[in-house]
């Protein structure tokens, strides 16, 4: 391969990684935090990446869990 081409390839190569690296990334903020308080009561939430049920209510704490993804419906 050729000076110009292995410099061509190496550039497309890095994009291709970084393109997976960004699609990666957004799709792990997919999801919902879920907050309870110290009696373990669910006291909030707040779902991002998923469009129209992206939103919060309620309070955060630090005890929280997270569920991956955006088919779950509160």
Do not use: P
């Not at 000076?3 to 291709?16: D, N, P, S, T």
């Not at 990446?49 to 088919?71: H, L, N, P, V, Y």
Request: proline share 0%; glycine share 14%.
């Amino acid at each position: 391969m050729h000076r110009k081409g292995r410099k061509i390839f190496i550039r497309l190569l890095g994009l291709a990684l970084l393109a997976g690296v960004s699609a990666t990334t957004q799709a792990a903020w997919q999801g919902t935090w879920l907050y309870y308080n110290a009696e373990g009561a669910l006291v909030g939430s707040w779902t991002a990446g998923c469009g129209e049920a992206d939103g919060r209510w309620g309070e955060t704490t630090s005890r929280k869990t997270f569920i991956q993804g955006c088919s779950v419906a509160w």
